[in-house]
């Protein structure tokens, strides 16, 4: 499978990586991993020009925790998100979440940014990143501003980033409590069938705050506040979790596909929100 | 048509390619590495894997011009002119190939897990090879061909100490 012919370009900054999305407009697109967008201009569903090769960017690479803040650059591959220590101490739901993408080759190029950028209902860290509240940094030709992970997905491959923008990271705070992050899918390699993602804090024996965020089972990443809401005040007892399911079944629209039928994927993102709040508890 | 300069097992080479072909195209049919092999095209598999910059990579998922600068080894820079490597040789004797068309694969992939992780525990091996598929299913002989390897490795770095 050869894609078709492009112009191949390596900017040496983000000005002149903007200059260039600015100058061939639609025709180009950013790669940076290029473990989504390769496969699919082999598959010719891509068409790209223009391909701009992000690698020589060091602004956008990098994982740092200061000030109760982490910031990811968007090429952090995901190993290198498994291997981080400071992000295990920060945020350890991050590396239980990128262990369970792909295969290791796959995780060494594939990149955080590819992922939440491409808009894939598929991927794994847009939920997970409206589950931490992340905010994603955007660069264009206007100046840089900053989208909620909450505000950010329109439809499947459809962001709030513009063509001539460029995702350059992520931010979020440094988490505290219990996480989980609980995923179905049929072999390593594979999409997720249903998964859930879960970031809770405990008070006096009682649930303070929770996140839930839902993967694939949209087409867009799905954040239950009133999933997170029916934990709020609980003690995380049967009942609670399963007012949690329930609400959260509110906010997902499977679709079926040679995943299975609606009511199955109903089915295991139940069991998915389910074992991932237990999970949580008991950590936090 | 793009000139690029890859060091590949340790030579350097200079070669022109197109943008669009991809680096398993490039080893293969320009710099006669025929090693890694094309099977699933689609990211799957692993039986194009090659170390790329100290990682292992599949080949059919990668641009040669993205590897422009980079150190890359391939199956044919795994054994030396002394003889076969230590994982070739643990393939061989735990019969840990049966039609060999993801073997490339697998001992290059090992190779750098090996390198990453030299003391895997039986699960990290599995996990480690979880990116190179096998249709023979000849995967217990292939881990065990692996934790052999590591075996030998180890030993041999002991001795030497």
Redesign the interface.
Known sequence: ????????Y?PQSVPEAVSLLGTHGDDARV?AG??SL??M??LRMADVPH?I?L?GLSDLSGISVEDGQVRLGALVTQ?EIVSSDALAQAAPILRETAMLI?????R??GTVGGNVANGDPGNDMPALMQCLDAEFDLVGPGGARAVKARDFYIAAYMTEREDDEILTGMRFAVQTGGWAYEKQKRK??DYATAAAAVQLTKEGGKVATAAIAMTNLSDVPAFSEAAGAALIGTDCDDAAIKAAVDAMQGDIEPSEDNRGPVEFKRHVAGVMLSRAVKRAWSRA | M?EITLTVNGEARTIEV???E?LIHTLRERLNLTGAHIGC????C?AC?VDLGG????SC???A??A?GAEITTIEGVATPEGMHVLQEMFREHHGLQCGFCTPGMIT?AWR?LQDNPNPSEEEVR?????NLCRCTGYQNIVKAVLAAADEMNAAKEAAQ
Do not use: C, W
């Open positions: 499978m050869i894609p078709g012919a492009f112009e191949y390596r790669v290029g473990h390769i496969p201009m082999k391909l090769d690698q190993s792909a295969d290791p080759q796959v060494n190029m390593i390699g | 793009t197109d943008p669009r991809l095209e689609t990211s799957h692993g894997t990682k292992s990579v599949k998922t990668v641009f011009v993205q422009e992939r897990l996990f480690g090879m979880s990116g």
